[in-house]
């Protein structure tokens, strides 16, 4: 994987020492090689993190005027390469997309299966394109006329110094956060460019954003036995498709479902194999309607079973602590407090040996495993995972209360979302009601996941792929009866079918249950004294934006929060460390705030 920087000199001159400072933000993202090019028309950067072809397929990569910045992988390369008259020179998708799109230029788009944003010029026209689902970040801004894009935002606001929030901002990061709207960001004037979208401009005319793809409602007519197979064909693939390296590779293993059956097809197709997971120092398990059991128990099932090596890894309590602040520069913006910092302390230990991993993301969405797909008494009027919008207004100050609207700000967005479901004229209340969480947790939950795999893994220069958000594969659930996914009262059980006697029986059976965080006491007093000592400075941004007594008395009460701030577990020591984020974030990012 790779960071990429862009800027159009249509209407100004790049300052080339500026922008190679900004660029050289994203070094993180891409250790290994690096490369630059300025012409009249365009200024292009790239960091290099070399998994394939490691010896050749530089960038910029550039065969006459067209130019490439690329960070991604393409997945059927093999589908793809008989569209070319000729042959590759060597072995690269760089290669081959680029030589795609001087081809085809945006009809190539529809036909590609990867994950991938990239910056491609011919001339004086660009297009600017991000993946299907986003696996991988892209931003842009206008900056005097000309537009620059990023995968990151801090070289965005490194070129640009431009750091603002405005009314927007706010609601993003109260109402919606940690998650976010479809194309926005916290910060003003700084847009994320949607999944499945592209940007195509011209010099001397307006700028185009475009659907390349989305999701589509189809009449589904297979048995249950047949979308089994087609499950586990689908599937199987995506995962042997995505090992193809030319490093080694590791999986994430929590011992639920999603990760053992990618680290058990993995397994049948390597010699060797190491898998990792994560746990907290100190931190007692604790059963919940979310939590019924602890990954320990499962890993080692599990890696006895394939034959892997498994890498328990711990983190200590004053790493936990201390990732708070490495959490926030590397995703820009406060997080997921603990499921961040360990994500990332995880994503350090993993780089020690290896430079590329295999994870579970996105099979709760695709096949709905998460408690409000099945909860069907629980009527669809909110995001299911931001349920607490009357008590997060009760905690604002007075002023802020008037200026935000995060109750209306936040139900817009969702309605937004509701309205633009793909749906049949033909569909019952029900399966319109199935299509419509489907999309949401897609579009939302999961492109929120996507992004802090991506910024905490490719923080510690790790490239994660991701089978289960694989195109064909989403296309296809996308369609599935939600009865064919929870079946006999069990979340996902389709998947659970389609590789029983594959993976362990004791996985095959075992509840959901989400990726761990810290339940230690010890954690818990750390985030309070971080806090109370940021309450210190009566200049703090949280005396401005909040009802700094209500915030007092959570911090003083011995309990927890009712309903969770965010998800499913991001409760009382989450939402503290969130506060104490979002202070150190306006501070370090010295961020000014716009009202008006």
């Known amino acids: 994987m790779c960071g990429i920087f862009y800027k159009s000199n249509f209407y100004t001159k790049t300052d080339e020492k500026r922008f190679i400072r900004a660029c050289n933000l994203l070094n993180h993202r891409g250790p290994d090689d690096y490369g630059f090019l300025f012409n009249k028309e365009h200024s292009f950067g790239h960091k290099r993190l070399a998994i394939r072809e490691i010896e050749k397929a530089k960038q910029p990569m550039s065969i006459l005027n067209d130019h490439l910045i690329y960070n991604g992988e393409l997945y059927n390369q093999e589908d793809l390469l008989p569209k070319l008259s000729e042959p590759l020179e060597f072995e690269s998708d760089t290669l081959l997309l680029l030589k795609l799109l001087m081809s085809y230029k945006e009809r190539i788009l529809k036909d590609l299966n990867g994950i991938f944003a990239f910056v491609y010029t011919h001339l004086d026209e660009v297009w600017i394109v991000r993946d299907m689902f986003g696996v991988k970040p892209l931003y842009y801004t206008f900056y005097n006329q000309d537009i620059l894009v990023s995968s990151e935002i801090k070289s965005i606001l490194e070129y640009t110094n431009h750091r603002v929030i405005d009314k927007d901002g706010l609601c993003e990061l109260l109402g919606m956060g940690p998650s976010h709207s479809q194309g926005k960001t916290i910060f003003k004037d700084i847009y994320e460019l949607k999944p499945g979208h592209y940007l195509k401009w011209k010099k001397g005319s307006p700028i185009e954003e475009h659907v390349y793809y989305q999701l589509e ?124 910092s360990s994500m990332y302390f995880l994503a350090t230990k993993i780089r020690e040996k290896h430079r590329l991993g295999l994870s579970g993301e996105c099979a709760d969405e695709v096949f709905g495993g998460y408690p409000w797909f099945y909860e069907k008494k629980r009527k669809l009027s909110t995001f299911p995972w931001i349920r607490n919008l009357d008590y997060k207004e009760s905690l604002l100050s007075p002023k802020y209360k008037k200026i935000l609207h995060l109750k209306e700000y936040v139900m817009n967005e969702f309605q937004t979302a509701i309205q633009e479901t793909p749906t049949l004229p033909s569909d019952s209340r029900t399966t319109i009601r199935d299509r419509q969480l489907s999309y949401i947790n897609m579009k939302y939950f999961m492109t929120n996941l996507l992004d802090r795999k991506d910024r905490l893994t490719m923080a510690a220069s790790i490239e994660v792929r991701v089978p289960f958000c694989d195109k064909d594969l989403v296309d296809f659930l996308y369609n599935v009866p939600f009865q064919y996914k929870y079946r006999n009262k069990v979340e996902k059980k389709l998947l659970r079918d389609a590789y029983e006697g594959t993976v362990i029986d004791e996985v095959i059976q075992r509840k959901k249950s989400p990726y761990p965080k810290s339940n230690s006491s010890e954690y818990h007093e750390e985030v309070v004294q971080l806090l109370k000592h940021t309450l210190e400075d009566k200049n703090s941004i949280l005396y401005e934006i909040f009802d700094i007594e209500k915030i007092q008395a959570i911090i003083d009460s011995k309990e927890e929060l009712e309903v969770p701030w965010y998800g499913q577990l991001m409760r009382k020591t989450a939402f503290l460390a969130y506060l104490y984020q979002i202070d150190y974030w306006f501070k370090a990012y010295k961020i000014k705030l716009e009202m008006e």
Do not use: W
């Not at 120092?281 to 034959?307: C, P, Q």
């Open 217 to 340: 409602a189809k009449e589904f007519h297979l048995s249950y036995k047949d979308t089994k197979k087609r499950v586990r064909f689908l599937l199987d693939r995506a995962i042997q498709r995505q090992m193809i390296s030319d490093v080694d590779l590791s999986t994430f293993l929590s011992g639920g479902l999603d990760s053992s059956i990618i680290s058990t097809i993995v397994a049948m197709h390597k010699d060797t194999l190491d898998t990792y997971s994560i746990s907290y120092e100190n931190s007692e398990f604790k059963e919940n309607a979310f939590e019924r059991s602890r990954d320990s128990d499962f890993t080692h099932l599990v890696s006895d079973a394939i034959s892997s090596t498994q890498h328990d890894i711990m983190i200590d309590n004053s790493s936990l602590v201390e990732g708070l602040k490495k959490a926030v520069l590397i995703r820009d913006t406060p997080g997921m407090t603990d499921i961040d």
